[in-house]
């Protein structure tokens, strides 16, 4: 099953960012650690920090990959784009934030992505990602006119 991580804006600063809220570790340290917690899963990794570049890459990766994982950083509550994008592909996508963003400011409570996706977790730092990814490996989603 090939899954793509997506990561949004300022999430190539983690482990340097904010540690209290993000953590210590960069998610380039944390991949090699989840593939080796996934092996049945051909995880593929891809970061930017401009809005089209995450447009892009969903729909290139939306009608060929069996999942999306995606932590959109603070386009999650700003990015109309980006949630049009997510309603236009086929793979399933989960959305992922490493902050309770219950617990956060105001304007972070809100998803524009979220309606849009087939499940949302946050609150757990780099857990999260797992959590998302035990998702995709005990299920085959589907998405109506998904083909894989």
């Not at 210590?24 to 090699?32: A, I, N």
Request: glycine residues 8%.
């Amino acid at each position: 099953m090939h899954i793509l991580i997506i990561n949004g804006p300022n999430l190539n600063l983690l482990g340097r960012r904010e540690p209290g809220i993000y953590g210590t570790r960069s998610f380039e340290d944390y991949l090699p650690e989840l593939r080796e917690a996934f092996p049945n899963l051909e995880l593929e990794y891809f970061q930017s920090n401009h809005e089209g570049e995450l447009i892009d890459k969903l729909h290139e990766a939306g009608f060929k990959h069996h999942g999306i994982v995606l932590n959109a950083g603070a386009y999650t509550h700003t990015s109309i784009a980006l949630a049009d994008a997510i309603a236009a592909i086929n793979s399933p996508v989960v959305e992922v934030h490493l902050s309770n963003l219950a617990a956060r400011e105001q304007f972070r409570q809100t998803s524009l992505i979220g309606k849009h996706c087939i499940g949302s977790i946050s609150g757990f730092k780099l857990e999260s990602y797992k959590l998302a990814l035990h998702y995709f490996e005990g299920t085959r989603p589907k998405r109506v006119g998904f083909k894989v």
